[in-house]
């Protein structure tokens, strides 16, 4: 139960995760554009960028660290009735017009919205693009005569375009369309501009009219004359032409009847080569055929050869190379099994010396730890040491002195006493070569490599002087 409320729980999780993360991807619609404002990274120029537009497509938006806002790309009619503009000549003039813009979608355009136009109304964007118009169109207007407003409306409309363009770039804006009505002028000079207009139009009509009337008539004569000079050719050109005509059918059929013996003789010639090829090809194609039976045996031949030659290699060299490589393999199962068997005698042998000589070495480790701490409680002085290893030993070394003798069985000594050559007597020299016989404890010592402290060298000195005393006495039974 436990496991199926932790899956639950899991899955709860994963979906409210995926949910948010759904809802946090923004997709942008074609007449919008997408901003993203926040944590955005950086720009072209290495600083932070302020915003991040996206034009169509999608993006996800970082919670916390980012937020999002859309920027319509619909257009905006703005009415521009612009009033007592005043003209290059000095003259005001009113200037209706009424231009379409839009925010740009160009990268860098989008962006200036972005700053400049973001969380405004439509309202207030139109107010603030009617500003720049009426500035912009009082500029153009300033730099023109009236009559090239008037007439040249194709250049009045290419600076507008220009300046106003220009202006509504910087706020992320650009003009779509520029629609200009009739201009106007408080003296009336472009009334009377279009009353001469219309006078000189009307006078050119009549003289049109006279003109057209005059080429009338002298069409009319020329075109009657040409009538006239046309017939009189057509009647020549219709006796020339019968006579060319019937010289022109005597000459056809000759020309026919040469044509059709020219087409004969190239009938016939034509035949006889293809005559000659249809022989040279069925030769041709008979040595073809006839060599390619000759390539067939061959093969058949080389091919037979190629399958004895298998046959011979399988039922003599493939079993010999079969015997030779299982001789090979053995050989070297041998080996192997020769080298794997010294391999773990030798690993063996190892094993063994390696553990005699660790414990050899944690003995004598051990020893030189314990000596040293003996150094140690002897206030560092190692012949205070060696003393006091010398005082635990003291009682094995006398009782393996002791043991020397103890085996020796002597039930009755008679000592005949009298000097001897040294002034000894008998009895002392018998007692001191029997004391020698005993392996002093000073040898002792010097074999191990330690000298015998004073103290008990003069201990032995005084016992040798005793036992010299005592060995004086004559007469006596042991």
């Known amino acids: 139960m436990e496991a199926i409320y932790i899956i639950v729980i899991a899955v709860f999780v994963l979906i409210v995760t995926l949910a948010a993360i759904l809802h946090r991807y923004k997709r942008c619609p074609s007449d919008k554009i997408l901003v993203i404002y926040g944590k955005t990274g950086k720009n072209k120029n290495g600083g932070i960028s302020s915003a991040k537009c996206i034009h169509g497509g999608a993006a996800f938006i970082w919670p916390v660290f980012q937020s999002y806002a859309f920027l319509d790309l619909k257009p905006i009619s703005i009415e521009c ?16 017009c009424r231009f379409t813009v839009g925010i740009s979608t160009e990268p860098e355009n989008m962006t200036n919205a972005a700053e400049r136009l973001l969380g405004l109304s439509i309202d207030n964007i139109q107010n603030i693009a009617t500003d ?4 912009q169109l009082r500029l153009v207007i300033a730099t023109m005569d009236i009559e090239e407003i008037n007439s040249d409306r194709d250049k009045f409309l290419a600076n507008v375009s220009t300046n106003v363009e220009a202006e509504l770039r910087k706020i992320g804006l650009k003009l779509i369309n520029v629609n200009v009505t009739d201009i106007r002028d408080e003296s009336g000079y472009i009334e009377a501009l279009g009353k001469e207009a219309a006078a000189k139009a009307i006078n050119d009509a009549k003289k049109s009219v006279a003109e057209q009337n005059r080429f009338g008539e002298i069409g009319k004569a020329e075109a009657d004359r040409d009538k006239d000079i046309r017939i009189a050719e057509t009647q020549r050109d219709t006796r020339i032409c019968t006579a060319d005509a019937n ?19 190239i009938r016939r010639e034509k035949e006889a080569e293809a005559a000659r090829l249809a ?12 060599e390619e039976a000759y390539k067939s045996e061959r093969d058949a031949e080389a091919a037979r050869a190629e399958r004895e030659k298998a046959t011979q290699t399988a039922n003599v060299v493939v079993p ?8 090979i393999i053995d050989a070297e199962a041998e080996a192997e ?14 094993a063994k010396m390696d553990a005699q000589a660790r414990g050899m070495l944690e003995i004598l480790s051990k020893q030189a730890q314990g000596f040293n701490q003996l150094v140690s409680a002897a206030a560092g002085d190692p012949q205070k040491a060696v003393l006091m290893l010398i005082a635990d030993k003291l009682p ?10 103890k085996g020796i069985k002597i039930d009755k000594v008679t000592v005949w006493d009298g000097n001897g050559a040294d002034g000894k007597t008998a009895t002392s020299n018998f007692i001191s070569n029997m004391m020698k016989s005993v392996p002093p404890l000073e040898d002792l010592f010097n074999m191990a490599g330690m000298s015998l402290p004073g103290y008990l060298k003069g201990a032995a000195q005084e016992d040798t002087a005793a036992g010299n005393d005592g060995a004086s006495e004559t007469g006596k039974e042991v």
């Open 320 to 327: 010999a190379q079969i015997e030779k490589e299982k001789a």
């Open 396 to 405: 094995e070394l006398v009782k393996t002195q002791v043991e020397a003798v």
């Open 279 to 290: 022989v040279a090809a069925e030769k041709v194609q008979a040595a073809k055929a006839l």
């Open 132 to 135: 720049i118009l009426f500035g």
């Open 337 to 350: 099994k020769i080298r794997r068997m010294a391999q773990g005698e030798a690993d063996a042998i190892f």
């Open 247 to 265: 010289a022109k059918a005597v000459e056809g059929e000759n020309n026919s009847k040469i044509a059709i013996a020219n087409s004969d003789a």
């Open 81 to 96: 009735n612009l009033t007592n503009a005043l003209s290059k000549q000095n003259i005001r003039v009113d200037v209706p």
